[in-house]
């Protein structure tokens, strides 16, 4: 699933294709994708103009000039890509927003996941996605005194804490395990006992992985693609996600993968230890 900085990737590729380009017409060829009315859907969209593609979390903000706002969500294989309108549709294309300047900004998902729904721009935080999104993770937004106080209510263990996005938004599967691993904090620690001194660690951690991968344009594991259909590069970087039964760069001892909450879940048991509370 993209995370915060393969989203990121996109919105910036996108913001240069797109942003200032007006919507003549729109196809909608899986119509589950669209939350809401495809009909007002395309009412409110058809000769509008982008204005601007803003970001919160995981999700993209396609601002245009009528005070709407589309939020799309990409899910597991959700990508965009700007085509001629006279080229073939890809296989898995859903949406299709034709361009008054004879180019497609075509939405292709292959399991069918995303989500785009149109509201009034400044009620994005009223949708259920949204409602509860933590701050961005930047040293402006992403405060440690919030953080503990959050995890101080928690007793369950840190890596579904961090993957519910209300601690912090836009961290995934891939980037808690590398952020845990780079903190010394076991996944499976109950974040209601790790010390302050961790916390700090993780914070700062947090902030610069997912600031140092948004710069590599992401992390591309299976099909994530940016706005130009470029992989990332920051898989050359991981740590430990993927990299099981391989020596710890930092001690040496085997990567071990787990499954905590469901998902696979990479450590080093020396360097990680479970602390007992």
């Not at 196809?27 to 593609?53: A, M, Q, T, Y």
């Not at 590398?178 to 660690?201: C, G, H, R, T, Y």
């Not at 299976?222 to 391989?246: H, I, M, P, W």
């Amino acid at each position: 699933m993209p995370e915060l900085p393969e989203v990121e990737t996109v919105r910036r590729g996108l913001s240069q294709l797109v942003i200032g380009k007006t919507i003549k017409s729109i196809d909608v060829l899986w119509p589950k994708i669209i939350n809401g009315d495809i009909i007002s859907f395309k009412h409110e969209l058809e000769g509008r103009k982008i204005e601007s593609i803003d970001r919160l979390g995981k999700y993209l903000l396609f601002r245009f000039d009528n005070q709407m706002t589309m939020v799309s969500h990409l899910r597991m294989e959700g990508k965009y890509f700007v085509r001629a309108t006279d080229e073939p549709i890809e296989k898995h294309s859903h949406v299709i927003f034709h361009l008054t300047d004879d180019q497609d900004l075509r939405y292709n998902d292959v399991r069918k996941f995303g989500r785009m729904q149109l509201i009034p721009t400044g009620q994005e935080r009223e949708l259920s996605g949204l409602k509860k999104l933590g701050p961005e993770p930047t040293e402006n937004e992403f405060k440690l005194s919030d953080f503990k106080k959050y995890l101080a209510r928690k007793h369950m263990s840190i890596k579904p804490v961090l993957l519910n996005q209300e601690a912090v938004a836009g961290l995934g599967n891939i980037y808690v395990d590398e952020v845990l691993w780079m903190s010394k904090i076991n996944p499976e620690q109950p974040a209601n006992s790790i010390s302050d001194s961790k916390l700090s660690s993780l914070r700062k951690n947090i902030i610069l992985e997912l600031a140092t991968a948004v710069q590599a344009g992401g992390t591309t594991i299976r099909s994530y693609t940016g706005a130009f259909g470029e992989t990332g590069l920051f898989q050359f970087d991981l740590n430990v996600y993927g990299q099981t039964g391989k020596p710890c760069p930092r001690c040496g001892t085997p990567i071990v993968k787990i499954k905590v909450a469901q998902r696979g879940t990479h450590y080093c048991p020396h360097c990680q230890p479970l602390r007992k509370v």
